[in-house]
C-alpha cells in the first residue's frame, strides 16, 4: 500500500481525538518531548546552519496536515540530502531504526520552515505515529487492529507482510521500458512500524478501509467530517504544487479536491497514492470509494497506465440528487 496507509494514520487520530484522548492543537512536545530545542531553517533550501528558532508551537494538527515543517519536497535540498545521510528520508518501506533513534535524528535535523508555514510529504506522518502510540497507550500495529481493522474485518491491512505466494512485488519501468525492483530487499519485520508507508492489503479489504471515509462505522460520522475538510492555506497549497496540482487542497492525511476535476475526483472527493502504483479515492457525494493497486510504481500522480481508466471510472458514478 506504502503511502495509502497515511489515511488510516487519520482514522486513528479521528478516533482518539473524538474520545478526548487527543488534542489536535496541543505542542506535540506533550507527547514528542524528543523534539524540544529543534531549529527552522531560515530558507527551505538554505545551509543547515542557517537557523532560527521556532516562533510558533508544532502542534499535531500541523502533523496531520503535515504543515509541521518536517518532511520533503520534489527538488532536493541540503537538508534533503542530510535527510538521507541520516536515514530518515521518505521511502518506500520503513526506516531500519527504531523510533528512539528516528526521533533523536530528526531532532538533530531542522524543520525546513516554520510550522504552519508551508506544507511538506511524508516525515510529519512518521511522527504523528508516535503521538498516536503515546496518545493511545498502544503501539502502532495493534492500536490498528483495535481500532481499524479489526472492526472491520480487514486482516490483510497490516504491518505484516503476506506469505511469498501471496506477495505482488512492486517494479519501476524505466525509459526503454524495462522492468527492475522498487525494492530490493525482503520484507523486514524489524522495520519500524509507521503509517507513513508501513501497511499491506488486499485490494478488497484496502477498500473497506477507505470505505469508512464514506460512510464510516468506527468512529463516527462527525469525527471522520475533520479528516474530509480542507486545512491548507493558498500559501500552503502553492508551496508544493508537484504534490497538491491547482484544485486540490489536503485535510488530515488525504488530498480534498477543491473542485471538479476533468480527469475523475469531482468537487469534495479524498483520497491518495502510493509510490508503487496504488491509488484510492472517496467520493462522498456518490457515496462509493475506489481503490487501485498495481505493481508499477507511479513516476508522479500519472505514472500507471491505468491511472486513467481508473479515475475516469471513478467520474461516472452519479452524485446524489
Excluded: C
Excluded at 512518521?126 to 502502532?140: F, K, N, P, Y
Aim: glycine content about 8%; cysteine-free.
Amino acid at each position: 500500500m506504502p503511502s495509502l496507509s497515511k489515511p488510516v494514520a487519520a482514522l486513528l487520530a479521528a478516533g482518539l481525538v473524538h474520545e478526548g484522548l487527543l488534542d489536535p492543537d496541543a505542542d506535540v512536545l506533550r507527547w514528542v518531548p524528543e523534539l524540544d530545542g529543534v531549529r527552522v531553517l531560515r530558507r527551505p533550501d538554505g545551509p543547515l546552519d542557517d537557523t532560527e528558532p521556532l516562533a510558533v508551537p508544532m502542534t499535531t494538527r500541523h502533523l496531520l496536515t503535515t504543515t509541521s515543517g518536517l518532511g520533503i519536497r520534489t527538488t532536493p535540498t541540503p537538508l534533503s540530502r542530510a535527510m538521507a545521510d541520516a536515514g530518515v528520508h521518505p521511502g518506500l518501506v520503513g526506516p531500519r531504526l527504531s523510533r528512539e533513534e528516528l526521533l533523536a535524528r530528526l531532532a538533530g535535523l531542522p524543520l525546513a520552515f516554520q510550522p504552519g508555514a508551508a506544507w511538506a510529504y511524508h516525515t510529519s506522518t512518521d511522527v504523528l505515529g508516535t503521538v498516536l502510540e503515546r496518545a493511545s497507550g498502544v503501539e502502532l500495529p495493534e492500536l490498528v487492529a483495535a481500532r481499524v481493522t479489526g472492526p472491520l474485518g480487514t486482516p490483510s491491512v497490516s504491518f505484516d507482510a503476506p506469505p511469498p505466494d501471496r506477495l505482488a512485488p512492486a517494479f519501476w519501468v524505466d525509459d526503454e521500458d524495462a522492468w527492475y525492483p522498487v525494492d530490493p530487499r525482503d520484507p523486514d519485520p524489524s522495520v519500524l512500524p509507521t503509517l507513513a508507508s508501513g501497511l499491506w492489503g488486499r485490494a478488497d479489504e484496502t477498500l473497506a478501509v477507505f470505505d469508512e471515509l464514506a460512510r464510516p462505522r468506527t468512529p463516527p460520522p462527525s469525527a471522520i467530517e475533520q479528516i474530509r475538510v480542507p486545512a491548507l492555506t493558498d500559501a500552503q497549497r502553492t508551496s508544493a504544487p508537484d504534490f497538491l496540482p491547482p484544485g486540490y487542497s489536503y485535510g488530515w492525511q488525504v488530498s480534498v479536491a477543491l473542485e471538479d476535476d476533468p480527469r475523475g475526483p469531482r468537487r469534495g472527493a479524498v483520497g491518495w497514492m502510493g509510490g508503487t502504483g496504488t491509488w484510492a479515492l472517496v467520493d462522498p457525494a456518490a457515496d462509493r470509494s475506489a481503490v487501485l493497486l498495481t505493481n508499477r510504481g507511479l513516476d508522479g500522480p500519472h505514472g500507471a497506465p491505468a491511472v486513467d481508466a481508473f479515475l475516469a471510472d471513478v467520474r461516472e458514478a452519479e452524485p446524489e440528487r
